[in-house]
């Protein structure tokens, strides 16, 4: 069964304080993993997609990587706008074809 | 609006009536996912759908919840005799297949069960 392990659960930072976020998981061939943001009553919002060891991509503040084991989600200089729960998925060689998402970090920037 | 779009956005049954949430894909997705998020719980995968086909409803409850995405009109996720375990958020997201799994989420729909 694949699980998605986020940590940590709760992180709260100082305006410009970097950090990293991490996701580990366990999956039967990884087919993606991805990082989404939520904001309170709202939808997840697609940030990344990774796909192999190595890779990394980054968006303005963020920068996502990936190791066959766990992914972190790096914050530079954060503000806070960037404020919100980010959430870890995979999707799995096996098992089901939706994605399997990990509780979650809630990050708070004070300013 | 190029997004997802579900509605309701919030919905309130009373135990034992029919809820029915509804999904329109982002244009040019041909894939839809139905999620449900409980309260301090994750994100947790019910259904995959393409028109007209259910490809994985390994996530689905065996029995009062169903899906469909008809050759036209929006995707539908149906739940029979609600009960207050029901009460939570029903995300639908959508991609655009074709070796792109790529999600994108809708803004979810709360269901309350009174």
């Known amino acids: 069964e694949d699980q998605v392990t986020q940590s940590p659960e709760a992180l709260r930072l100082q305006e410009g304080e970097s950090s990293s976020l991490n996701c580990s998981y366990t999956?039967?061939?990884?087919?993606?993993l991805f990082w989404y943001r939520q904001d309170p009553g709202k939808g997840p919002e697609f940030l990344f997609t990774?796909?192999?060891a190595g890779e990394e991509k980054e968006k303005e503040r963020l920068k996502a990587t990936l190791t066959k084991k766990e992914s972190f989600l790096h914050i530079t200089a954060p503000k806070p706008e960037d404020s919100a729960t980010y959430l870890c998925?995979?999707?799995?060689?096996?098992?089901?074809?939706?994605?399997?998402f990990g509780k979650g970090t809630h990050l708070i920037i004070q300013p | 609006n190029a997004g997802v779009m579900q509605n309701p956005r919030h919905l309130v049954r009373r135990r034992g009536q029919e809820a029915r949430l509804r999904c329109s894909p982002m244009?040019?997705?041909?894939?839809v996912y139905w999620y449900r998020q409980l309260p301090e719980e994750g994100l947790k995968f019910m259904v995959y759908?393409?028109?007209?086909?259910?490809?994985?409803e390994s996530g689905m409850p065996k029995e009062r919840f169903s899906a469909e995405f008809p050759k036209e009109g929006p995707s539908i996720l149906r739940i029979q005799q609600v009960v207050r375990g029901d009460s939570a958020a029903y995300f639908c997201?959508?991609?655009?297949?074709?070796?792109?799994?790529?999600?994108?989420f809708g803004p979810g729909t709360r269901l309350t069960v009174t």
């Open positions: 997201a959508s991609s655009p297949g074709q070796g792109n799994y790529e999600q994108y």
């Open positions: 999956v039967s061939g990884l087919r993606g």
């Open positions: 990774l796909y192999s």
């Open positions: 998925a995979v999707r799995s060689g096996g098992g089901a074809d939706g994605l399997t």
């Open positions: 244009k040019g997705h041909s894939h």
């Open positions: 759908l393409q028109k007209e086909n259910i490809i994985d």
